[in-house]
């Protein structure tokens, strides 16, 4: 056996069908952000900070002014005053637009807009700023040390939500703590540690930041983009321009990739601005350039794990400590990092200590599972590291400490149904682990990982037409698919067939709140809003049923698309057939679902790769590579497969060539896709999937969300694999040819 | 009684206590009555009427989009945790 | 602001013209004056592949050409591969084999793949990912898109 699926079969969940956007998408028909036209459009750009770390003295933009062209120019004195000072709301303005300081290369000081972008770009040259240089912070271990420039003068370091009286660029403390890990080191028959060390990488997505807004006289705001939240966009510029949401409008477009990079906004309140001043609808369109420098990466930072074992291979204590770079504002994933660390251990001694630290560089934001990969980088070497010195197979070792439902992680929660058991089951069957790898300079390694579903909020609504087709609105904006996932849970629900269901993603104005596409959270929680929209469907068409044969509603069968009558076989009618008679029968009929999951269950994965390295070049081929996750159901297959595939290629460029290279003047040296190296489709091999179905028992078909925890264990397991090829552990990412030549002497 | 969890960096408020059994219906009621236990416990948790944004609040396992409203049963677990997000 | 060109160009075997400043990029062109924004910018200086068109027969980044290159020239873009409302096989095989999540640098891999099987109707796995090579995708690690572009050669050798 190869896999463990839920036996539980579907007439529609669990089939591949064609998603229903994906003919516009093929043709080129689709509109994705940069796409929007709206008559009287103004083209904008940012003007960006040249240096790491300086006090603005002056900002001059007169003479940009008198550019033929060019309509306005906004700098933070455009945005509300922050009369707290320190908030997060000060922070998210300081971002937008640099308040006094500058505070990382590519940091946005004023925004322009004109009739056309290449005059905009020129009045980019024809501001003036004065500035007085400062002294950056480029590392954790730069910022944390006594001697460095603190960046932000007034905040001190916050311990589970308060302020201490330390000014040193942490900006939180974050700690978990179980039992008693002196003791349990003492227990120990060996004890491993090591410090692991990561740079930023950033999600890499194709498509730039994209955003058009109009700020009308009537004081409304639109705005149309492409993002991972239209409502949490409403909330953000409602916060920063200090406007209310009923007057903010976010009308989501296509997006070409987000990974957690476009949940944050940046150019939108800019160009709402510019808007006001001008009139008229202004478009803001980043560049590469500005994607790398004035985005938000996933922090670099280091990770120290410290594991104690038994000869037999229990684990009887883990520690560990995080520093992960903030960048210039707080708000790294180390506190999710410190939750994920040891996730897929059991051990009832536990102490994780993580560090919030500001840093010269663009503020983080979430990349695919945020935390978890640095986190599993350390742990899974060490662990390996254990398996190696204890001749155990690192399955089995893993098999032998996995957690189960009822154990404890080291924030405090209990598991609830989880499915590692199943997954390490399912690593040591397939076809890639039996297979031996034999040769030189070739090895195989193995980890596995860990990521939440952040739950939160989504609404759904549902219409049925008079050719028995329904309508269905939501608003969770489609990056991989989840409208085919959702509006197939609708019609699994409804016992209606996929090609009947017309889903479609909505605006801000036109359906319930609904949070991010991110978290794993779209296809469980998206799916049980439209699942409980259906289910008020089905149940008003029953009654509607009863009505127009005169029965009661209890003597009403609807089973696979028939409704029928218990007593008397010979009435009966489609969907279909009930639809058109829904008019003359009393109106249409329509279900909304709305949902704010409290339970929900995390997803583990596995990664095995096979490497050969070249002692020459340094060059690591990837020979084959399969990854395993707990997908609780595949609602559709082919996504599930693809998110797994797309994850594990993340994971594979961030251990051998992705990194942001900066310079000792805190400049990013590689800011374009030739030199931030992702990896092509020459680089890879197919990649395996194996989907293991543990169903979660919190959600009516059994999801998990399933598009994060597969980017946790590629590094750590490309890590191992070079390890066993090369005898040398690499405690530092990325492991790229340079690194392999100087570090294994061409051994 | 429902356990609470004290999350460590707050034991500083519980001379060390790391998990207390604690009266109440809900999650506002067992906050005020651990505050009256370990007086200052409630301010680290608690701004105005709600839990901090920072933090998030777990029964039995699964954190509570209700926050300070979430219904206890007697046998419950009460974890405060990080606030987490995605990707 | 410089004085604008006339350029006459066929695209999509229709002839089009337009005016634009020698410092406009053919991808700015199509995008911006013509009106065909289904090619893509991803990076804007040839490391992508999203703006892939084919220029006389020869797939190029119309982000490093420049509008006024293309004058007396013969385009393709994506917006020229179905056949009406037909969908080309390569766009049902990229389709049939969820070989796009999130899509935008879906039309530049279905104009390589065009370009590649036009060239070699039969390319193996490796000739496939190595004509690819300058297209990127983040979303799929590649695997479904070589499926399809394997798919899209059966189709099309046994009559599309």
């Known amino acids: ?747 | 009684m429902a356990t609470v969890f004290i999350p460590s960096l707050l034991h500083q408020f519980t001379n060390n206590v790391s998990q207390i059994d604690v009266e109440g219906p809900n999650v506002r009621t067992i906050v005020n009555n651990l505050d009256l236990k370990f007086p200052g416990i409630k301010s680290r948790l608690v701004e105005g009427h709600k839990i901090k944004p920072s933090i998030s609040v777990a029964v039995d396992g699964n954190i509570t989009p209700m926050g300070l409203l979430e219904d206890v049963e007697p046998d419950s677990e009460v974890h405060f945790l990080p606030a987490i997000s995605g990707g | 602001m410089s004085k604008k060109t006339h350029v006459q160009t066929t695209i999509n075997g229709e002839a089009v013209e337009f005016l634009c400043e020698p410092r406009q990029s053919l991808l700015e062109c199509l995008r911006d004056i013509v009106g065909l924004t289904g090619t893509k910018e991803g990076c804007n200086d040839g490391n992508c592949g999203a703006c892939t068109v084919i220029l006389d027969g020869r797939t190029v980044t119309s982000c490093l050409v420049l509008g006024v290159e293309v004058d007396g020239k013969e385009l393709t873009t994506i917006e020229g591969i179905a056949d009406g409302e037909k969908l080309h096989p390569i766009q049902d095989a990229f389709l049939e084999n969820a070989a796009l999540q999130c899509g935008i640098c879906t039309p530049g891999f279905i104009i390589a793949t065009k370009a590649l099987l036009d060239h070699n109707p039969d390319p193996s796995e490796y000739e496939i990912r190595w004509w690819l090579a300058n297209n990127l995708c983040r979303c799929t690690g590649y695997d479904k898109i070589v499926r399809a572009v394997q798919d899209s050669a059966e189709r099309i050798k046994a009559g599309g």
């Not at chain 1, 002014?65 to 906004?74: E, Y």
């Not at chain 1, 797994?644 to 942001?660: D, F, H, K, P, T």
């Not at chain 1, 900066?662 to 590689?670: I, L, W």
Request: proline share 6%.
């Open chain 1, 1 to 747: 056996m190869t896999s463990i699926k839920d036996p539980k079969k579907y007439n529609v969940i669990g089939t591949r069908p064609v998603r229903p956007d994906g003919t516009d998408k093929v043709t080129g028909r689709a509109l994705y952000g940069a796409d929007f036209e709206i008559t009287g459009l103004l083209h904008g750009k940012i003007l960006r900070s040249p240096h790491p770390h300086a006090r603005i003295k002056s900002i001059n933009f007169d003479e940009a002014l008198k550019i033929d062209g060019v309509l306005a120019v906004v700098t933070s004195e455009d945005l509300p005053d922050n009369p707290d000072g320190i908030s997060s709301i000060a922070y998210g303005r300081g971002n937008i637009l640099a308040k006094d300081k500058v505070l990382y290369v590519g940091h946005a000081i004023a925004g322009v807009a004109a009739i056309d972008p290449h005059t905009a770009e020129e009045a980019l040259e024809a501001i003036k700023v004065e500035y007085e240089i400062l002294s950056p912070s480029l590392s954790v271990e730069e910022a944390m040390d006594d001697s460095s420039e603190i960046i932000h003068e007034n905040a001190f370091m916050k311990e589970f939500g308060e302020m201490t009286t330390t000014n040193n660029n942490i900006d939180e403390h974050f700690q978990h703590k179980m039992g008693n890990v002196s003791k349990g080191f003492e227990e120990a028959d060996l004890v491993v540690e090591g410090k692991y060390s990561t740079v930023m990488v950033h999600q890499g997505y194709i498509e730039p930041h994209a955003a058009t807004a109009l700020w009308k006289a009537d004081g409304t705001i639109t705005v149309w983009n492409s993002t991972q939240g239209s409502f949490p966009d409403r909330d953000e510029m409602s916060d920063i321009l200090d406007v209310p949401i009923s007057k903010i409008k976010v009308v989501p477009l296509e997006i070409g990739g987000g990974f957690g990079g476009k949940i944050p906004i940046y150019q939108e309140p800019v160009a709402a601005l510019l808007s006001k001043k001008t009139g008229k609808p202004v478009k803001i369109l980043m560049s590469r350039k500005e994607v790398f420098e004035s985005t938000g990466p996933t922090p670099g930072g280091y990770t120290w794990v410290k594991v104690g074992v038994k000869n037999n291979g229990k684990i009887t204590a883990m520690q560990a400590e995080l520093a992960f770079e903030a960048g210039a504002f707080p708000g790294s994933p180390v506190g999710m990092g410190s939750q994920c660390v040891f996730a897929a251990y059991n051990c009832d001694n536990q102490l994780v200590d993580g560090y919030d630290v500001i840093v010269n560089k663009p503020k983080t934001a979430a990349y695919r599972a945020p935390g978890s990969p640095n986190a599993a980088f350390a742990t899974e070497q060490v662990i390996d590291e254990i398996s190696k010195k204890l001749n155990i197979d690192p399955i089995e070792l893993r098999l032998l400490n996995a957690v189960k439902e009822g154990d404890r992680r080291v924030d405090g929660p209990k598991f609830p149904v989880i499915g590692l058991t199943e997954v390490l089951e399912a690593m040591k069957n397939s076809p890639q682990y039996k297979k031996s790898l034999d040769g030189p300079n070739k090895g195989r390694g193995i980890a596995v990982g860990y990521w939440f579903n952040v739950g939160l909020q989504s609404s759904c609504s549902i219409t049925v037409n008079s050719d028995g087709t329904i309508s269905l609105v939501e608003g969770s904006t489609d990056i991989g698919g989840s409208r085919a996932s959702i509006a197939m849970q609708a019609a699994e629900t409804l016992g209606i067939s996929y090609e009947d269901v017309n889903p479609t993603v909505a605006d801000t104005d036109l359906v319930g709140y609904t949070a991010v596409t991110g978290g794993s959270r779209t296809t469980f929680a998206t799916g049980y809003a439209a699942h409980l929209a259906a289910d008020e469907v089905k149940s008003k068409m029953i009654k509607r049923a009863a009505k127009i044969w005169g029965i009661s509603v209890d003597s009403v069968n609807y089973e696979k698309g028939q409704f029928s009558s218990k007593s008397d076989p010979m009435l009966n009618m489609t969907f279909k057939e009930l639809a058109k008679e829904l008019e003359g029968s009393g109106g249409s009929i329509a279900g909304t679902g709305s949902i704010n999951p409290k339970k929900v269950g995390g997803s583990f994965a596995g990664s095995i790769a096979d490497i050969e390295y070249d002692p020459e070049t340094g060059k690591v081929e990837i020979l084959d590579f399969t990854s395993i996750q707990d997908a609780g159901k595949a609602i559709h297959p082919s996504y599930v497969e693809g998110q797994m595939q797309g994850g594990s290629v993340q994971g594979i460029g961030w251990a051998l060539n992705e990194e942001y290279f900066y310079d000792k003047q805190g400049v990013m040296n590689n800011s374009t896709l030739l030199d931030y190296r992702m990896p092509t489709s020459l680089d890879l091999p197919k990649i395996n999937t194996i989907i293991v179905e543990v169903p979660d028992p919190s959600h009516p078909y059994g999801v998990r969300g399933v598009g994060e925890a597969n980017i946790v264990p590629p590094t750590p397991a490309i890590a191992n694999a070079i390890r066993q090829a090369t005898g040398v552990r690499f405690n530092f990412l990325p492991i790229n040819p340079a690194a392999i030549v100087k570090n294994t002497n061409g051994k």
